[in-house]
């Protein structure tokens, strides 16, 4: 079965505008990464966060591990953070060391 | 602090012909990572190394994929023969130490990727 599942796939926003980005994955985890991928496909660290809050500037991120569940926040998108935005998550169960991606959301920021 | 380099960015072969892939992961971290990123998709674990030793490699197909990290530094991903599916973005990433916990050791960091077209 599915073990990480990202929504929305596509998300458009206007400069300015808020947004949600969800994770789900199926198992108890031992560490979940989020990531931006940006559009000459470089992937940039945001959070390092298996549970519990964390906010750096205009993103936060919230993982509650009982529900098995990761949100990220962006608040007053600009351009900049269009791409495509990774969680990435090493299963308990799994291999450790190995994280496992989900498809991404796709974010396009208009001006 | 430098980052983890990957060289070549852009290699175009033809299917059967062989190629290579070099990472330098930052400095003093022990476990290195060979991500397979096929477009549309997040990238998919191919092989871990801790120091100079094969932790993982399961998903890595062996028939034609190999990589080495032979003094525990920079490693070698390489493809004989490829094959058309192969086209993809190999990414490299390293984290500190894999066999202690914490974010400090276990965050991975990535590097640019190489983009491999197959002909």
């Known amino acids: 079965g599915i073990q990480v599942e990202q929504s929305p796939p596509d998300l458009i926003l206007q400069e300015g505008a808020n947004s949600t980005l969800r994770c789900n994955f199926s198992?108890?985890?031992?560490?979940l990464q989020w990531f931006h991928q940006n559009p000459w496909g470089q992937l940039i660290n945001l959070f390092y966060i298996p549970s519990g809050t964390k906010q750096n500037g205009r993103l936060s991120a919230t993982t509650v591990a009982t529900e098995r569940y990761s949100l990220l926040y962006i608040s007053s998108s600009q351009t900049t953070d269009s791409g495509v935005y990774f969680c990435?998550?090493?299963?308990?169960?799994?291999?450790?060391?190995?994280?496992?991606f989900g498809k991404g959301t796709k974010l396009s920021v208009k001006p | 602090e430098a980052g983890v380099a990957q060289s070549p960015r852009y290699k175009i072969i033809e299917k059967r012909q062989s190629v290579a892939f070099w990472c330098n992961p930052i400095?003093?971290?022990?476990?290195l990572y060979w991500y397979q990123q096929i477009l549309g998709q997040g990238p998919k674990l191919l092989i871990q190394?801790?120091?100079?030793?094969?932790?993982?490699d399961s998903q890595l197909p062996k028939d034609r994929f190999s990589a080495e990290r032979l003094k525990g530094v920079d490693s070698t991903l390489k493809i004989q023969p490829a094959k058309l599916e192969d086209s993809a973005v190999y990414l490299c990433?390293?984290?500190?130490?894999?066999?202690?916990?914490?974010?400090?050791?276990?965050?991975?960091?990535f590097g640019p990727g190489t983009r491999l077209t197959v002909l």
């Open positions: 400095s003093g971290h022990a476990t």
């Open positions: 190394f801790q120091n100079n030793g094969v932790v993982d």
């Open positions: 990435a998550v090493e299963l308990e169960g799994g291999s450790q060391g190995n994280l496992i």
């Open positions: 198992d108890s985890v031992n560490n």
């Open positions: 990433a390293s984290s500190l130490d894999l066999s202690r916990r914490g974010i400090a050791y276990n965050e991975q960091f």
